[in-house]
């Protein structure tokens, strides 16, 4: 079935659904069926963490192709099979699929009290469709994994969401479908060109240029909304500040990396020849994102708003890189993608713990936590330093490769893509010290208690991650160069094969 | 004359006049009695289609023919599960009458000879023995003034839309001098031959089937009809008549007139835009769950009419994957709607549904899968069906159809998801009352099946495949 022995990323994908059976399984009064619920998704997430290890041990880093694939006859008739596997640019987004999901199920112990049950089914069928979107190597396969996951958040935020969650749930929901349609439409068209929707294939298939323009459009329609892009971002702070926390770090974590991932995986080596004509939209749009959204997260009162937004502009960060079309800025964009699911998720964890104490995330109603909450307060901070970019910390090392990339792009790209790190630090620090600095004033603030035990362990792994990734960078880059490094040149020769073409022409 | 290979049908129609004949015999209530002898007799036709040859028979009016066969398997299954669904109901609302299976089982004898249809004259027969027997279900609940208005309603438009078809037909008759499939296409098949009233006869008979399938611009009768129908018939009328009357007009649009196929292509492309868009935005404001259905009905067959209009076999394929998944979500859908009932009274505004997810968490989960599924999202059933039918348009490049049918998809998302937010994100309403066991298995099987049908298709997909070539030979 693999050449790897057994089929690790299909066991990956589908073992959270043998957690929901078990699930289901259970009867009893509301009580046992909670903490049983609780216990089971998280032991399968860590079950399932534990086996994508085995990705880690045993990727190949050097080599840039597909591993692990596993093959499946489904419908022959329209040349489907179901094809998984992963290459440099996706295992590291399984990993961090696979490890931020138990730390959700663990934020969510205490402040999901109702439907726990469902609850902890709708996670691991998220997990399910994340893991299984990273590894599918056939388009509609990935199509399937991508829409899937429009099924579990919908509830997620439409359920344990806040006041306005309806409003949130139903325009996350209609905008990413709306998107996807189109890409559907392009991947018929693919297919009809082609006559499969196997990635690896598609990859070598070389598309007309007018084609491609189109295909090119549809595909951003998707994955713009997903990124998110401006000007459709907007369903991103709603979705957020609606959200329960953990839907909030798995949004900020993994969801909105789907849509750069596309881009990676789909538009730029299918489709080399709209990708180079777009790039300077493209870059128009994220420059917009990065200095706009950043300006706003600057104006924002609410905590989860003013993160959700700061993701907008660091997301603005990675498509710049990733249409820069060199190694550094790809790898860059790469790499700020996982430190961002990493510091992101850690950010929405952190207003999670002060809003499980307080209710509320008003920046104005907190003020001098540090006083009451040093532990609290250190985590706080070395996220919010890794969110600016600080040295040392995992979102220094995206942002500046991205910048090497983008210079040699065009100096006024890096200048515009380069003023998010500063307006970056100017929100994250006044948001950190509106928050922990100051006279402790409130009453209720008097009595907050710090990290519990359950919290430390929730942080734990996200603080070592964000350090390690900022002092060793080159233990996740290893994964990917390869990878990048083979789609550079197999744009540049994609290019390159036109304007020969276009020479013979003339 | 090889008169066995309508052995099923005359199987069926003998075994429903017999249990008519024992039904009035029988001096008791023998509803129910009636109902399992009727699902026994649906089964035994099964049987027999399956065990059955294949070829053409009556001097080519009748042809069984793998198309016929996969379309007739679909739409026993439609009428077994239809039903199961009315059982329940029936008991309920005082409609325990030994007539309704036995109605049910007439209307599955005419839509068998539908699909088997290969002359005008056939096609005539099957059509109005299926709508006759559908007219009286509509008004089964006489006593009802909504029913009896619905099955008045359908006989009147429907009439006139009998009247439509044979008008169509005697145009048809006139211009090329004979009523049979085959030989109509090989008069056809010379352009020369193509008179202005050959086209208004096709176009005439195009009209009557979208009446029947209920299509745009001649759905006007569908929300109310279903609105005021027994929900039972309105769960059989959503199935398999509009799964037979699909296939009948595929056939004919294909097999006698696809040399025309310019000349009617557009009129489908237009009729499928309409009810695409009209079940997308129509059902919006709609607070009855049945008038809903009926619009999303409307939308479902604008997407199968993608199929129809794509003109090639990879459409007809698509039609049939299509009506595969559309038949059993709609049978698990309408077994939920037909068991909404508080109190003893039946209930059927979608707000009766509210807080489903915690009173009756089993059928707000099924209803979930049904939704989703007809909204298209993936893995459900639903997206397979639409997109081997989007697949068909994208071959045949019709683009801006393939374009709008993706819009219309996404708005009617909004309708489908408002529904499931009203399940799991309002406040509860008083909780319905238990459901009986025979809606609670339709709905499980139709959950399992809209949920896992995405692993297995193959076998599905190529049973339509070769359905599909049956026609285009």
């Not at chain 2, 004949?21 to 399992?36: A, E, Y």
């Not at chain 2, 609105?227 to 699909?246: C, D, I, L, N, Q």
């Not at chain 2, 009209?278 to 259905?293: D, E, H, T």
Request: proline share 4%; hydrophobic share 55%; net charge positive.
């Amino acid at each position: 079935m693999t050449a790897f022995g057994f089929p690790l990323l299909s066991l990956l994908t589908f073992l959270p659904l043998v957690g929901v059976a078990i699930i289901l399984s259970v009867r009893g009064d509301e009580k046992a069926v909670a903490s049983n619920a609780r216990w089971t998704a998280l032991w399968t997430t860590i079950v399932v963490f534990a086996l994508s290890l085995v990705l880690w041990a045993k990727f190949d880093r050097s080599n840039a192709g597909f591993q692990f694939t596993e093959t499946v006859a489904w419908m022959p008739q329209v040349g489907l099979t179901y094809k998984m596997g992963v290459d440099g640019i996706s295992v590291l987004f399984v990993l961090l699929s696979t490890a931020l999901t138990p730390l959700c199920i663990l934020a969510s112990w205490e402040s999901i009290q109702t439907r726990v049950r469902d609850y902890m089914i709708a996670f691991l069928v998220l997990e399910t469709m994340m893991i299984g979107s990273f590894c599918a190597l056939d388009f509609l396969v990935f199509y399937m994994f991508f829409e899937g996951v429009l099924i579990p958040m919908y509830l997620i935020i439409g359920i344990w969401g806040g006041p306005r969650r309806v409003y949130s749930a139903f325009k996350f929901f209609l905008y990413t479908l709306a998107g996807s349609l189109l890409m559907l439409l392009a991947i018929l068209a693919m297919w009809n060109f082609a006559g499969t929707t196997d990635i690896a294939t598609l990859m070598h298939t070389v598309f007309p240029k007018s084609m491609q323009m189109w295909l090119f459009l549809a595909f951003l329609a998707s994955f713009a909304v997903k990124v998110p892009m401006f000007p459709v971002h907007t369903w991103l702070p709603d979705a957020h500040v609606e959200a329960p926390t953990a839907g909030s770090v798995i949004l900020a974590g993994v969801l909105l990396k789907m849509g750069a991932y596309g881009f990676l995986r789909f538009s730029i080596p299918m489709l080399p020849l709209a990708s180079a004509d777009f790039a300077p939209v493209i870059f128009a749009l994220s420059v917009v994102a990065v200095i706009y959204t950043s300006l706003v997260a600057l104006a924002q009162t609410d905590m989860k708003k003013l993160i959700a937004y700061s993701s907008v502009a660091h997301m603005g960060v990675v498509t710049i890189g990733i249409f820069t079309f060199n190694a550094q800025g790809m790898g860059g964009a790469i790499f700020q993608m996982l430190s961002h699911g990493v510091v992101s998720a850690a950010l929405f964890l952190c207003v999670g713990v002060v809003y499980d104490r307080i209710h509320t995330r008003e920046i104005a109603r907190y003020g001098g936590l540090a006083n009451r909450m040093p532990g609290y307060a250190l985590a706080f901070m070395l996220f919010t330093m890794a969110s600016v970019g600080l040295p040392g910390t995992a979102g220094f090392a995206g942002e500046i490769l991205v910048l090497i990339g983008s210079f040699k792009v065009s100096i006024w790209l890096a200048i515009f893509g380069g003023m998010g790190m500063i307006l970056g630090a100017c929100y994250m620090l006044y948001l950190y010290r509106r928050v922990m600095f100051g006279k402790l004033t409130r009453a209720d603030l008097m009595s907050i208690l710090d990290l519990s035990p359950r919290e430390i362990m929730t942080f734990a792994p996200l603080v070592v991650l964000t350090i390690w990734m900022g002092v060793y960078p080159s233990s996740f880059t290893s994964f990917f160069d390869a990878t990048v490094n083979s789609l550079v040149e197999h744009h540049q020769a994609a290019l390159a094969a036109t304007t020969k073409l276009a020479g013979v022409a003339h | 004359m090889n008169w066995t290979l309508a052995l099923p049908e005359i199987v069926l129609a003998i075994l429903g006049m017999a249990i008519l004949v024992f039904g009035v015999l029988r001096k008791q209530d023998s509803f129910h009695l009636c109902s399992m002898l009727s699902i026994g007799a649906l089964i035994a036709t099964a049987a027999f289609l399956i065990g059955g040859g294949s070829g053409v028979g009556f001097h080519g009016q009748f042809s069984a023919d793998p198309f016929a066969l996969f379309v007739k398997l679909l739409v026993l299954a439609a009428s077994v599960l239809g039903i199961i669904v009315s059982l329940d109901y029936n008991e309920h609302e005082n409609l325990r009458r030994f007539e309704f299976p036995v109605l049910i089982l007439y209307a599955t004898v005419g839509m068998m000879v539908m699909v088997s249809a290969t002359n005008l004259m056939t096609l005539y027969l099957g059509v109005e023995l299926n709508s006759l027997a559908i007219y009286v279900l509509a008004a089964f609940a006489r006593d009802n003034l909504r029913s009896s208005e619905a099955g008045l309603k359908y006989f009147v438009l429907g009439a006139l839309a009998s009247g439509i078809l044979l008008y169509g037909i005697s145009l048809v008759y006139g211009f090329s001098g004979t009523m049979d499939f085959a030989d109509i296409a090989k008069v056809l098949a010379n352009p020369a031959n193509v008179s202005a009233g050959v086209v208004v006869g096709v176009v005439f008979i195009a009209s009557a089937l979208a009446f029947k399938v209920s299509a745009v611009p001649f759905h006007m009768w569908t929300p109310d009809v279903y609105e005021g129908a027994p929900s039972p018939v309105t769960a059989f009328m959503a199935s398999a008549p509009k799964v037979a009357a699909m296939a009948l007009f595929a056939r004919v649009m294909y097999a006698p007139f696809g040399h025309l196929l310019g000349q009617w292509q557009n009129v489908l492309i237009l009729i499928s835009i309409g009810s695409m868009v009209l079940g997308a935005f129509a059902a919006m404001g709609q607070g009855n769950i049945k008038r809903l259905m009926a619009y999303s009905s409307i939308g479902h067959m604008g997407y199968l009419l993608v199929g129809l209009a794509a003109g090639s076999q990879i459409g007809l394929r698509g039609i049939l994957i299509y009506l595969v998944s559309y038949v059993f979500t709609n049978a698990g859908m309408f077994a939920c709607i037909v068991g909404m009932r508080r109190n003893g009274q039946s209930v059927e505004r979608i707000a009766d549904l509210g807080g489903l997810g915690k009173t009756s968490p089993g059928m707000a989960a099924a209803l979930t899968i049904f939704l989703f599924s007809m909204a298209g999202i993936p893995p459900f059933a639903g997206f397979i069906g639409k997109y081997f039918v989007f697949i068909a348009a994208v071959n045949s490049g019709l683009w801006t159809l393939a374009l709008i049918g993706m819009a219309a998809s996404a708005v009617s998302a909004f309708y489908y998801i408002r529904i499931i937010k009203v399940m799991y994100f309002d406040a509860p309403a008083p909780s319905l009352d238990a459901r009986p066991g025979s809606l609670a298995v339709v709905a499980g099987f139709g959950a399992i099946f809209t949920t896992v049908f995405f692993i297995f298709p193959a076998p599905v997909v190529a049973a339509a495949d070769a359905a599909a070539k049956a026609i285009f030979g």
